[in-house]
């Protein structure tokens, strides 16, 4: 089965950059990785995917190991908003199977 | 902008009763799920949709009803309620796929059965 493994809490100041990590080390070749964040008593909120290369958007960018076994999600200044879980998810490329994992609870400190 | 809209937000069933959670969207997206996830836990798929009259399962289906007679609405039906379906239920829907290139979810609802 397509697993990810992410630290259970991470803490960071604000203003500072925060890089979550996340191993997939079953990943097969066509698994996309997926990035979503979850704030207390909400949905699910898109942050960032990728394939292979590294990737930016106006949230965060997505780092890609070259054997792609692991991915880094990269948050450049981090703020009070940004404090969340985050999970990082294999999307097989049937699009219709996916594994999310427990999540980073990130907490950012004033 | 609506989004994604799921009703109740708060239910308490008992036991054995049956109810329907609403889920609406307002961005024609063709693919739409439902999740359920328990405490410090991720989601888990539980029913989605690519379309309007299609519908298939995911990982924890049973005892979960869908169906899909338009594009806006993916109502998920509970027929027997049990104590292992006290949860947090999010319906999402996307452009493509069902996790899909970016999917939209609503605020989720909230469901204990005694």
């Known amino acids: 089965d397509a697993k990810t493994t992410q630290p259970n809490s991470m803490e960071s100041n604000e203003e500072e950059p925060v890089h979550l990590p996340c191993n997939h080390s079953t990943i097969s070749g066509t698994d996309y990785i997926h990035w979503y964040r979850q704030l207390p008593s909400q949905g699910p909120e898109y942050v960032i995917h990728g394939l292979t290369s590294n990737v930016n958007n106006r949230m965060a960018s997505l780092a890609i190991a070259e054997d792609r076994k692991s991915s880094t999600l990269i948050l450049h200044r981090a703020t009070l908003r940004d404090a969340a879980v985050y999970y990082c998810i294999l999307r097989l490329n049937t699009g219709n199977q996916f594994y999310f994992g427990t999540g980073t609870s990130l907490t950012v400190i004033p | 902008n609506a989004g994604v809209t799921q009703t109740p937000k708060f239910q308490v069933l008992k036991t054995g009763q049956s109810m329907t959670l609403q889920c609406a969207q307002d961005m024609n997206h063709e693919y739409m799920s439902w999740y359920r996830q328990d405490p410090g836990m991720g989601l888990r798929l539980i029913h989605y949709?690519?379309?309007?009259?299609?519908?298939d399962q995911g990982e924890v289906p049973n005892g979960y009803n869908v169906s899909r007679s338009t594009t806006e609405d993916f109502p998920l039906r509970l027929l027997s309620a049990a104590p292992s379906q006290t949860s947090v239920y999010f319906c999402a829907s996307s452009y493509s796929g069902v996790l899909g290139t970016e999917a939209f979810f609503g605020q989720g609802t909230r469901l204990t059965v005694v």
């Open positions: 949709s690519v379309g309007a009259g299609i519908t």
